[in-house]
């Protein structure tokens, strides 16, 4: 069975930066997009970054020029680079792969507090 391990989370302060990775257990076939989503208190689960098959990368306007997605097929692992970390970026950090014909995967969530 597929699992999405998430890693990288914690306490920084403001300006800090932090590298969230997600690792996949076991063969995902037929990826069409892997992403990071987060979730502050009271607030809807949004997209922050998005890479597709082709390397086509999104990114939450929020976040743009300081966040960076990117992946490692060797490794089966997706990482987001963040820096410049501001107190608004405070969430639940969920690593996201979408397929062709067989659904999504989530991570379990990892937390990110931006705080001094």
């Known amino acids: 069975q597929v699992q999405l391990v998430e890693s990288g989370g914690g306490l920084v302060q403001p300006g800090g930066s932090l590298r969230l990775s997600c690792a996949a257990s076991?063969?995902?076939?037929?990826?069409?997009?892997m992403g990071w989503y987060r979730q502050a208190p009271g607030k809807e689960r949004e997209l922050v970054a998005r890479?597709?098959?082709?390397?086509?990368?999104n990114y939450a306007d929020s976040v743009k020029g300081r966040f960076t997605i990117s992946r490692d097929d060797a490794k089966n692992t997706v990482y987001l680079q963040m820096n410049r970390l501001k107190v608004e970026d405070t969430a639940v950090y969920y690593c996201?792969?979408?397929?062709?014909?067989?659904?999504?995967?989530w991570g379990q969530g990892t937390q990110v507090t931006v705080s001094s």
């Open positions: 996201n792969v979408g397929t062709e014909y067989y659904g999504h995967y």
């Open positions: 076991g063969i995902i076939f037929s990826i069409r997009a």
């Open positions: 890479i597709i098959s082709d390397d086509t990368t």
